[in-house]
């Protein structure tokens, strides 16, 4: 009878740690759920009232993070009028967004001339953004839109092709998205169209 108590007691005593153990894990598991999910949690006074908003996983939101960086660039750097100040301050702002290979391309329509053709032909230059594709995997983007060149005598539709690669950075107040476009190039300029406008 000894023998069976003992066991008995050794049974109950082992099975009392086996159960506080497991009890201790889930409350655990469930106290980190709880931390991570309140971490996820801000809350906003409105006139004293509290107002939860959500955060979300950047993550979650990248691709359209890296679209809007992508079109923000092409506006910023195709979109001119003929003022060089404004013209050189576009591209300072674009420069921001992109590596060298931004630069290089801003060079050689430099030193061709395109430019300054702008300002002797007093062009107004817009673009109008058709699609980006992202791919997500290989962070690499193909943008397509049509450049409008705007000048006294005519008005010119163009094609435009371009595709990069896409790199993760620190934000900041020039690089709101936290993107940096990389081996920039153009893949297709063309004109679509060459309507002359009425000089009467």
């Known amino acids: 009878n000894i023998e069976n108590k003992i066991r008995l007691a050794l049974f109950i005593a082992l099975g009392s740690f086996i159960t506080s153990v497991a009890i201790a894990l889930i409350v655990s598991v469930y106290a980190y759920k709880q931390v991570s999910n309140a971490r996820e949690s801000i809350y906003i006074l409105d006139n004293d009232i509290p107002i939860l908003a959500k955060q979300t996983n950047m993550q979650l939101n990248r691709p359209a993070e890296y679209k809007a960086h992508v079109d923000l660039f092409h506006s910023i ?117 060459n309507v002359q406008k009425n000089t009467i």
């Open 77 to 193: 750097f195709f979109s001119l009028t003929p003022d060089d100040k404004y013209i050189d301050y576009q591209m300072k702002r674009a420069m921001y967004l992109i590596d060298e290979s931004g630069a290089l391309q801003y060079n050689n329509l430099k030193e061709k001339g395109f430019f300054a053709s702008v300002l002797s032909s007093s062009s107004v230059l817009t673009i109008k953004t058709d699609s980006i594709h992202i791919d997500m995997l290989k962070k690499h983007f193909i943008y397509y839109g049509k450049q409008i060149i705007e000048r006294r005598s005519s008005i010119v539709t163009r094609s435009l092709i371009t595709e990069g690669d896409l790199k993760d950075i620190p934000r900041s107040d020039n690089n709101s998205h936290g993107v940096l476009i990389k081996n920039w190039k153009t893949i297709e300029n063309k004109d679509l169209s």
